[in-house]
Structure formats: C-alpha cells, structure tokens
C-alpha cells in the first residue's frame, strides 16, 4: 500500500464555492502529478511538480492550481467550483520522473458541484 | 497521435475462471507498458511492468505478455477471485520527454460473480 493520502475523500459543493483537495505522501517522492478521471474514461494528467517550488501545467487544461511549499504536500485549488469541476481527481507521486519510475497512486477524491 | 486502446471494454466472469485482457498501443518512441488495478474509489494499483525486451512477467495470479513488434499486450488472470473485480487499467509510457510522459487506456471493468 502505498503512503500517499488524499482528503477529503468525496465532496458535494455549490457552484461558486472555493475549494481545495489535500494530497500529502509520506514517501520523500520528488514528482507529484494530478490527475482527473471521468467514470469509464482515462486519466489525464493536469499538473504536476518536479519538486518544491516547481510546478507545471499537465495536457489537460484545467482551471484549477496547484502549489508545492513542501516536498510531501501537493494541493489543488479551484478558485469558483463549477458543474463542469465534477470528476474524480486522483494525486500520484514518484521517486523520479523518468519513465521507468512507477507512480503511486493515492485514493482520489469524487468532486460534484451542484 | 500516441494512444492506448483495451478490450473488452467490460468482462463478467465466473469465479474460477481465467480471462484475458487485452491492450494495443501506438505510442513511440516506446519505454515500458504497465498493467494497474483499479478497484472502484480507489487510487490505481501497478500489476506489472515489461520493457520493450521482456515478454513476460508474473505477478501472483496475474501474467502479462507484450509483443513489442505488433504493440500488443495481454493480461491474463488464472482462477479469478471476488477481489479481482476491478478495473484493469493498460498504461504505456514513452521515452521521448523527460517527465516520463503517460498515456492510459480507459480501462476493462472485469466483474467476478461467485
């Protein structure tokens, strides 16, 4: 089982809120990504980080932001939350960022936005 | 256009039984191909890993084949079990970007019925 966690774990918010998803691992992993997952669909990756202070968007765009102050936490911002924010964001992180270097994956977190 | 396709995109199976998932891929230049497990509101779990000169590997109950000449792999689960309903999901990275770019299938939800 691997040591990354993600809070909350499912949330129902009104449109126009702000929030933020928590991702921590306990791991030392340098690269951490986000990810989003519709039912039945693929994971596309939104953003990512090669470390403290770097961040970079993914190849899905996405309206939300990411922030890296320390190397264990990785959260995720929607600044105004929208019906269209409904999916399921999954945080990963790795020891490197090559190919070779398997992600690990926390539990994800079920987003509606009413 | 680099993509990962499976099939079946759902299977139902008796328990005890063996199936076969399958994966082809368009991705190059290519690096390595996972198989991750992903039990619903769950984070992905890796199954296995091959590089292009591994053709096989086990992994428990679980053996994954590539064909890096036709970009096809299979995975094939012996005497299923309730826990291996889940979604299977194929993931091939590519050795083109340093970040160890991923691209993922949308997976095979396999059902065991006991």
């Known amino acids: 089982e691997a040591d990354i966690y993600q809070t909350p774990r499912y949330l129902v918010i009104g449109t126009g809120k702000k929030i933020t998803l928590e991702c921590s691992q306990t791991?030392?992993?340098?690269?951490m990504y986000w990810y989003q997952q519709d039912p039945g669909m693929e994971l596309h990756l939104i953003h990512y980080?090669?470390?403290?202070?770097?961040?970079e968007k993914g190849d899905l765009s996405s309206e939300s932001t990411v922030s890296r102050i320390r190397t264990e936490h990785f959260p995720l911002t929607l600044e105004s939350a929208r019906p269209s924010h409904t999916s399921q964001y999954l945080c990963?992180?790795?020891?490197?960022?090559?190919?070779?270097?398997?992600?690990?994956f926390g539990p994800g977190t079920r987003l509606t936005v009413l | 256009k680099n993509q990962v396709e499976q099939s079946p995109q759902s299977l139902i199976i008796l328990e005890g039984k063996n199936c076969t998932l399958q994966?082809?891929?368009?991705?190059?230049?290519?690096?390595?191909l996972r198989w991750y497990k992903q039990d619903t509101g769950r984070g992905p779990v890796s199954l296995t890993i091959?590089?292009?000169?591994?053709n096989t590997k086990s992994n428990g109950r679980y053996t994954a084949t590539l064909d890096a000449d036709t970009k096809q792999s299979s995975l094939h689960i012996t005497a299923s079990q309730l826990s291996d309903s889940a979604s299977y999901i194929c993931?091939?990275?590519?050795?083109?970007?340093?970040?160890?770019?991923?691209?993922f299938g949308r997976g095979t939800q396999l059902t065991v019925w006991p």
């Open positions: 990963a992180s790795s020891a490197g960022g090559s190919s070779s270097d398997t992600q690990y």
């Open positions: 791991m030392g992993h340098d690269k």
């Open positions: 980080s090669y470390g403290v202070n770097s961040t």
């Open positions: 993931v091939v990275s590519d050795r083109g970007s340093t970040l160890g770019r991923l691209y």
């Open positions: 091959m590089t292009f000169s591994e």
């Open positions: 994966c082809n891929y368009t991705v190059s230049p290519f690096s390595n």
